[in-house]
């Protein structure tokens, strides 16, 4: 088992910045790809950023490149969604989650989700 905890959001103006984290607990020995997503009311969850657990590859959504890094730190277990320019449509609960090897792209553990909010 995967535990993830998720911290850092809260409410920004647009134009602001904001850094998730996401702390990974339990079996992190087995995780191949951490990813983020997020939500936003009356709409359905969407792919943010995903980074690989050992070689650091990133990957991102065509909305948000530019203006969001998804980074590790390993020795820590702990991914980060540094978010910069936020937009009042960046507004949503962001869930972080972790993929094990195997087929497919499924995500098999996720976290609480952190809400960020963004005023215009």
């Known amino acids: 088992q995967v535990q993830l905890v998720e911290s850092g959001g809260g409410l920004v103006q647009a134009g602001g910045s904001l850094r998730l984290s996401c702390a990974a607990s339990g079996r992190t020995f087995s995780i191949y790809v951490m990813g983020w997503f997020r939500q936003a009311p009356g709409k359905e969850r969407e792919f943010v950023a995903a980074?690989?657990?050992?070689?650091?590859?990133?990957h991102s959504a065509d909305s948000v490149k530019g203006r969001f890094t998804i980074s590790r730190a390993n020795a820590k277990n702990t991914v980060y969604l540094q978010m910069n320019n936020l937009q009042p449509e960046d507004t949503a609960v962001y869930y972080c989650?972790?993929?094990?090897?195997?087929?497919?792209?499924?995500?098999?553990?996720w976290g609480q989700g952190t809400q960020v909010t963004v005023s215009s």
């Open positions: 980074i690989t657990w050992s070689g650091g590859s990133t």
């Open positions: 989650s972790a993929r094990l090897p195997g087929p497919g792209d499924e995500y098999h553990y």
